[in-house]
């Protein structure tokens, strides 16, 4: 069996003092199934485990193709089957090299399996390192989600629940928090403001609805403060809520506070596309030794928590499909013209956008899943996660690069009318994103 080589991205041991605990760390593996839970509450627990297979070594600098698909060498001489799409790898590989970004991730999930399709890290200079799995970049915007399923399921608002809003477009001050007849000219309700992603209008419902540990309650239902469980190590996405009413009220809006990773990004994503039910994503779907005896091979994904009631993740869908369909997305998703780069192909998304001005980086996010609808053709749904780092000169933002993965995707399954990028970089811009 011919089996080469090739530039298809990498996932490569992390370095940096935040990650050195996760050094001798050795995955556990789950060869059973786990039993469901009835409560909509409950968080589930991987209780059937196997200690003495494990991946040690695994890592995706050097990715390897044969004729049945791409490898990844683990320890002992061992070697890894992977997941991925061999196709849809270096299509993300090439987007994030031609854009030339100083850092930038891409995760794509199969949502009904778990499998990983595309884990693709981009670093332009400096010591590599896995951005997949590293949760160093602030959440941002993206953490509206957090709120907006904290609104629904502990506020118990809809999305059409209205409210008036003026100011916090870069930045939340007291006064904006303040409700005022002769200040707020504009009245939105929740699935707009998830689409558009107002910051005073989840602030202000925030303080209202929610209390600090109800908000935090929920990040955690989500994964926060917790490794996602995965075949490679992973750096818990991070969250601090102050009780200070005016940082609340930012955090709730993603003003910093908290931190996130593309995979755990791509797994929120992909359990609202399932409904609230969250199984564990794999990279790995065979292990052989040195021999090309198999070892281990992957059970099929099952629950391992919920994160929102069916009926909360099925509102946080329409509220995401705002996003794209009239949002904070829709020109990266629609051409001049105003014509979808997936027609056909309804897609659910969150952006987020922060700087940090000591720096001078700007962290753009894009997570989603399509189709929210299903297509004639039978494709798989699939949840995707980008996260770009600009420098103030820029070409696209995380959602331009998000819109391209996808079209490659579902171009490749032979959607009607979904062509593949072109992989032309447009004109660099200067950088304007929301402040503290």
């Keep these: ?30 060869v059973l199934p786990v039993e469901s839970e009835p409560s909509n509450d409950a968080v589930k627990v991987e209780r059937s485990v ?47 090299k031609s854009y030339h970004f100083p850092e930038a991730a891409t995760v794509v999930i199969e949502v009904t399996t778990g499998k990983v399709l595309a884990y693709a890290s981009h670093l332009e200079r400096g010591p590599q390192r896995d951005l997949c799995v590293e949760a160093t970049a602030p959440a941002a915007s993206v953490f509206k989600v957090i709120t907006g ?14 409210q008036c809003y003026s100011g916090g477009e870069q930045r939340i001050n007291e006064r904006d928090l303040v409700d005022d007849p002769k200040r707020d000219r504009w009245c939105t309700n929740l699935t707009n403001a998830m689409g558009r992603s107002i910051n005073t209008v989840f602030a ?20 926060f403060g917790d490794s996602v469980p995965f075949d490679l190590p992973t750096q818990p996405s991070s969250l601090r809520i102050p009780d200070e009413p005016l940082e609340y009220a930012r955090t709730a809006a993603g003003f910093w506070h908290s931190t996130l990773s593309p995979l755990h990004a791509a797994w929120i994503s992909a359990t609202i596309a399932r409904g609230g039910e969250a199984i564990r994503p794999f990279v790995v779907s065979e292990a052989l030794d040195a021999t090309g005896r198999s070892f ?11 994160f929102i009631s069916h009926e909360g993740a099925k509102a946080l869908t329409e509220m995401m499909e705002s996003t794209v369909r009239d949002g904070t997305s829709f020109k990266a998703f629609h051409d001049g013209k105003k ?37 004639k053709q039978g494709v798989a749904q699939v949840a995707i996660a980008v996260l770009v780092v600009n420098d103030p000169n820029w ?25 593949k990028p072109s992989g032309q970089p447009p004109p660099r811009k200067r950088a304007a994103y929301k402040r503290r």
């Design 50 to 96: 196997r200690t003495d297979v494990n991946l040690a070594g695994l890592e995706l600098s050097h990715l390897g193709v044969d004729d049945i698909g791409v490898t990844s060498a683990i320890a002992d001489g061992a070697t890894a089957r992977l997941t991925l799409d061999p196709e849809l790898q270096a299509t993300a590989q090439a987007l994030m």
């Design 296 to 306: 281990y091979r992957a059970s099929p994904s099952t629950a391992v928590r919920r």
């Design 339 to 375: 014509r979808p780069f997936l027609p056909g192909v309804a897609v659910a998304g969150k952006t987020g956008t922060l700087t940090d001005a000591q720096t001078n980086r700007y962290f753009t996010w894009f997570t989603g899943f399509a189709p929210t609808k299903p297509l």
């Design 149 to 162: 399923a904290a609104l629904i399921e502990h506020g118990k608002l809809t999305g059409d629940t209205q």
């Design 1 to 30: 069996m011919r089996s080469s080589f090739v530039s298809l991205g990498f996932g490569c041991v992390i370095v940096g003092a935040s990650l050195l605990a996760y050094r001798n760390w050795r995955p556990k593996v789950p």
């Design 395 to 419: 070409q696209v933002k995380a959602n331009v690069m998000a819109r391209d993965v996808l079209r490659a995707y579902f171009a490749s399954r032979g959607v009607a009318k979904v062509t």
């Design 204 to 223: 202000r419902l925030a303080q209202k609805h929610l209390t600090p540990q109800t908000l935090e309650a929920t990040a955690k239902r989500f994964g």
